[in-house]
C-alpha cells in the first residue's frame, strides 16, 4: 500500500493485527520496523518482489523501538543483505542483548511479568541516533523525534518532504487494553504533548489502534488520535490514583488493574512506578508480592 511518494506501508500479521514495517523506495531500500521473525518471509520480501523490487535492495533498518514485534526480522534481513540497523540509544543494549527487556520486566513487576525466553533473536546496532538527528537517506531527509512511553527507546521518524510521521507504538490511541506501556506514563503524556505541536499530515502507526483501527492517519484524524492518547493515559492515571486513595489497605497491581477493568496490568505498573517518583504512593513488599498505597 503506498502511503505518500515511495513510502509504502507493508502489513505483517502479528496476532489478531498486524504489525506496520514501512518501505521507503528510493535507489535503495529503507525499511523501518521490520514485523516479527517471520515476517521477512510471510510479508515484507513478498511485497517487495509484487512491486518490482529485490529483498537485496535492502539497504538501512531503521528501528522505531527494539520490541520483538518490531524487530524480530532485523537478523534474518541483516545476515542477507548487508544492510545497517540504527536505533536510538536507549534501545542499543536491547537489540543487543534480547534476554534484557524480559530480565528488566520481571525485575520491576515480578508478580506479572513471568521470566519468558527471548522472542527474538540478538544483532548489533550499527548507528545510533538520538533526539533531533537528522538521517540521510538518498536525499531524503528523516527528523528523529524521541517519544518515550511505550518504551524507553521509542521514536517517531518524520520524513520533511511529504510530513509522514511512522510512530511504531509511540502513539497507542485507547480501547481494547490501550495503551499498553512497558515504561512510562508520564514520559508518554509528554510525548503527546510534543506530537501535537509538530508538523505532522499523515501519521503511521505501529499497528491499527483505537478509535479508527487503521494504521494510516490523515489529516484531523492525526490531530484526534494524539489527542485521544494523551486523554487516555491522563484518565487511567487518575483513576488509579482514586482507586488508591479509596483503598483501605495496600493493593497489589493485579488487583488495581482489576479495579480499573482498563489497558493492561503491566500499564499499571508503570503508571504506579510514575506516583512514586512524584512522592505520592509507596510500595511494599508482602509474601514476594509489592503492594501499593498512598503516601501519608
Known sequence: MEVAKRIHLIKCPWLKYFVSSIAILDDAITLVDVGASD??????????????REPSEISHIILTHAHLDHCGGVAQIKKETGCKVYVHKSGKPYVEDADLINKELHE??????????????????????EDGDILE????????LHTPGHSPDSSCLLDE??????????????????????????????????????PVKVLITGHPFPPFNEAVLRGEQVVKHINESLKGIKELKSQVWEILKEAEKPLSIKQIHEKAVASRAVTIGCIL???EKEGKVKRERSNGIYKWSVKR
Open 161 to 198: 518532504e511529504t510530513g509522514v510521521c511512522i510512530a511504531g507504538d509511540s502513539v497507542q490511541g485507547r480501547g481494547e487494553g490501550r495503551p499498553l506501556l512497558f515504561y512510562s506514563s508520564k514520559e508518554y503524556a509528554e510525548s503527546m504533548r510534543r506530537l501535537l505541536q509538530e
Open 39 to 52: 515476517s521477512p518471509r510471510t510479508a515484507i520480501y513478498p511485497y517487495l518482489k509484487e512491486i518490482g
Open 108 to 129: 520491576r513487576f515480578p508478580s506479572i511479568c513471568p521470566r519468558e525466553k527471548p522472542g527474538f533473536e540478538s544483532f548489533k546496532a550499527d548507528v545510533i541516533f
Open 137 to 144: 537517506l538518498d536525499g531524503r531527509r528523516i527528523h528523529i
Open 273 to 275: 512506578e510514575d506516583l
